[in-house]
């Protein structure tokens, strides 16, 4: 699992039918502080989450297929939660009601 940043969505109208009426969103991992850590990379929503929402996200195959329920299905990351607050230390260093917007999508080259 990886704590990201919800950057974008992704429309696909042609794609397998384990995708049929789910929405898929584009995630940027981040470090627990809140700096970009790896690529985005596109997730099952599972926890409706939107645009601006930091987000806690399963990466594994077989946990995200037991969740989508296909054994078979060709699917490997899931967003599972939306993030209320982080604490480091006994310290606050992410609260959604304080946080500042995420970059827009043309920001996201390191």
Known sequence: MFLADVVGTVVAPIQIPLFDGEKLLLVRPISPSGQPSASARIGVDRAQAGVGDRVLVM????????LMDAPEGAVRTVV??????????GETVFDQHTAPDVLPLARLQR
Request: zero cysteines; aromatic letters at 0%; glycine letters at 12%.
């Open 80 to 89: 599972v939660s939306v993030v209320d607050t982080i604490e480091m230390g």
């Open 59 to 66: 990466d594994e195959g077989n946990s995200a297929r037991q």
